[in-house]
C-alpha cells in the first residue's frame, strides 16, 4: 500500500493526513453510499469479506471519520420542500467575525440544505430546500435580506433536479 505524507485533508483549520484506504474499504464505501441500510451480513456479501473482517472495516471507517454518519435520503418534493434555491450571497465587509457570525446564522437555518463559503465572487453560496415562493421570502427575509451584513443576494430557483448524487467517485486503484 503506498503511503504519502503530501495528501492533506482540510478539516477547519487542522490539516490533518488522508486515510489510505485499500480495495475492500472502497468496495465497502461505494456499496454504503448506494444503501447504508444493509445488514453487516448483506454487505459482506456484496464486497466478497467475511462479516467479521466487514464489521471491523467499517467501524475502522468509521471511527477515523470517513464515514461521518449514515442517513435516508428524502425526496424533497413529497416532503413539502418542492422549491430548491441557489442562493449567492455577497457580505458588505470582509472581516472575519462578520463572516463567521453570518455563517452560524445560516446553520441553525433548516431551510439552508448546504452552505459554502467561497472565494473569488461572491462570499457564500447557499442551496436551500422550501415549499414555495412564499417560503424563500420568508427565508430571504428572514436570513438575508433583513441581515445588515449582506449586501448582495442573486438567488436562483431550480426548473426541475437532472441530477443529484450524494456519492463520492474513487479514482481507479
Same mark, same amino acid.
Given at each position: ?41 448483506? @454487505?459482506? #456479501?456484496? %464486497? ?10 467499517? +467501524?475502522? &471507517? *468509521? ?62 453560496? @447557499?442551496? #436551500?430546500? %422550501? ?10 427575509? +428572514?436570513? &438575508? *435580506? ?28
Amino acid at each position: 500500500m503506498h503511503r504519502s505524507s503530501s495528501h492533506l485533508l482540510q478539516t477547519g483549520n487542522t490539516p490533518m493526513p488522508l486515510m489510505e484506504l485499500d480495495d475492500l474499504d472502497r468496495r465497502i464505501l461505494d456499496v454504503l453510499q448506494r444503501d447504508a441500510a444493509l445488514s453487516n451480513q448483506d @454487505l459482506a #456479501a456484496r %464486497v466478497h469479506a467475511s462479516p467479521p473482517t466487514c464489521l471491523r472495516r467499517v +467501524r475502522r &471507517l *468509521t471511527q477515523a471519520g470517513v464515514i461521518q454518519r449514515r442517513v435516508a435520503i428524502l425526496d424533497p418534493a413529497l416532503m413539502g420542500a418542492a422549491l430548491t434555491v441557489l442562493i449567492e450571497v455577497t457580505l458588505d465587509a470582509q472581516a472575519a467575525d462578520q463572516a463567521d457570525a453570518f455563517e452560524a446564522r445560516l446553520l441553525a437555518e433548516p431551510a439552508i440544505q448546504q452552505c459554502y463559503p467561497v472565494s473569488s465572487g461572491p462570499d457564500f453560496i @447557499l442551496v #436551500a430546500l %422550501v415549499a414555495d415562493m412564499a417560503a424563500y421570502q420568508a427565508l430571504a427575509l +428572514r436570513c &438575508l *435580506t433583513g441581515d445588515p451584513r449582506v449586501r448582495n443576494v442573486r438567488s436562483f430557483f431550480a426548473t426541475r433536479r437532472s441530477k443529484f448524487d450524494t456519492r463520492i467517485p474513487f479514482a481507479a486503484a
